[in-house]
């Protein structure tokens, strides 16, 4: 996309294609390991928007008793959020496409005859 959205760095859709027309095949081990890695990554994921969400609400809180380390806290997290530029929520979407495309990239792997 032109317009700097973070849709293109994602392709969890067309593995999802790719998986259910046959043509991503994965080893069945091969396949476990992939999806351990990106279930983990979907948890440190998970972390991040988790931060991000803790880190809006003290924005909005009102009052200015806040203690310096949850400020410096605050502050850091929106520096990381606009670094990424939501590309931590859009992972939350993705992930989960990647690990469905490459369980049923085993499955097509298991269906495919060996040579």
Do not use: H
């Amino acid at each position: 996309m032109a317009d700097g959205s973070t849709r293109e760095r994602f392709a969890g859709d067309l593995f999802l294609d790719l998986a259910d027309k046959g043509w991503l095949v994965v080893e069945p081990g091969e396949a476990e390991r992939v999806v351990a890695e990106l279930l983990r990554t979907l948890d440190v994921v998970r972390s991040r928007v988790r931060r991000l969400e803790v880190s809006r609400r003290l924005r909005e809180a009102p009052g200015e008793d806040v203690a310096p380390d949850v400020a410096q806290f605050a502050v850091d997290t929106v520096f990381a959020e606009q670094v990424t530029a939501g590309t931590w929520e859009r992972a939350l979407v993705e992930l989960p496409k990647y690990v469905e495309a490459f369980r049923i990239a085993a499955r097509n792997a298991e269906r495919t005859p060996r040579r």
